[in-house]
């Protein structure tokens, strides 16, 4: 049973919902075997709500990895709850009561329509990346989404809200999801693989990346490989030590805390002007800074976006300044930007 109903009198604003068996509705970390790279990156996304890309071949536990992310969330506030099912209600399968207080997960096919991914039709109705409002929207096969399509995600990523016209009519929903996507290196999905089982030209691998247009990739924050597994790591016996969801949810919470009294919101929908004051940086940070920038070509947005996974890094290991460490990770999570084939 994973539902949880509240009927008793109403929660404070910031009370958290009591959600004490939601931890065993979502699917645990501790089942993806290796890959503590993007466990780590996932990690440092749920402390700070930044969005995510993955990048690896078939199988390697990209799909496994996101749908994790809702069960090391910050539980959500009474708040958050209700809106999420005030959308729902609306929507065309309306409100199970069993999910109150569960951060939505969905995961629209790549075949999705337009109307489908951002909503509409005429008696509008939410779409995908409404349902998804404070939870997490799952993109698998990034580039074989249609661009068109991918290219409307770019104002609710930044907005947190959509609107819909529809000739005479007008409907504005709330869209304020978690993007995670995915996708494969080349079209084969095996390039970089040892065994050299790719076929692939570069100029087919430039055009498959090229699909995802460079301002959609400028507002993803965070860019992580997930590589294939080694042999050893695919036979071993799944790890007892692996850390539970409950474990890392533990440092999030802690980390997502620290962002609310500090600024009142999580450290990805900081704006610039919040920038100067919650990350301040010291000489040697400023030059490592620089430096990537030259390097990488990061765009100013970039720029901000690594920032502010910094930040997060840092909230989670509970240091007030951001140190070259904290920015040196996040610089390493914009290996998109540079955007050769190889
Ligand atoms: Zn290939």
Known sequence: MCGHLNGTAPLPEHAVVPTPVDRACYPDLAEVRGQGHAKRALEIAAAGGHSLLMSGPPGTGKSMLASRLPGILPPMRESEALETAAVLSVSEPGFDARLWGRRPFRTPHHTASGVALVGGGSNPRPGEISLAHQGVLFLDELPEFDRKVLEVLREPLESGHITISRAARQAEFPARFQLVAAMNPCPCGYQGDPAGRCRCTPD???????????????????????????????????????????????????????????????????????????????????????????????????YHRVLKVAR???????????QVPHLSEAIGYRRFDRRSPT
Do not use: F, W
Request: charged share 30%; with cysteine.
């Open 312 to 322: 997060s890094i840092a909230d989670l290991q509970g240091e007030e300044d951001i």
């Open 204 to 302: 087919q691998i430039h055009r498959y990346r090229a699909r995802i247009s460079g301002p959609l990739l400028d507002r993803i924050d965070m860019h992580v490989e997930v590589p294939r597994l080694a042999p050893g790591e695919l036979s071993a016996e799944a790890d007892p030590n692996a850390e539970t969801s409950a474990q890392v949810r533990d440092r999030v919470i802690r980390a997502r805390d620290t962002q609310l009294t500090r600024a009142g919101k999580p450290n990805h929908a900081l704006g610039s002007r919040d920038l100067e004051r919650t990350c301040p940086l010291q000489d040697s940070g400023r030059r490592l800074m620089e430096q990537a920038m030259t390097r990488l070509g990061l765009s100013a947005r970039a």
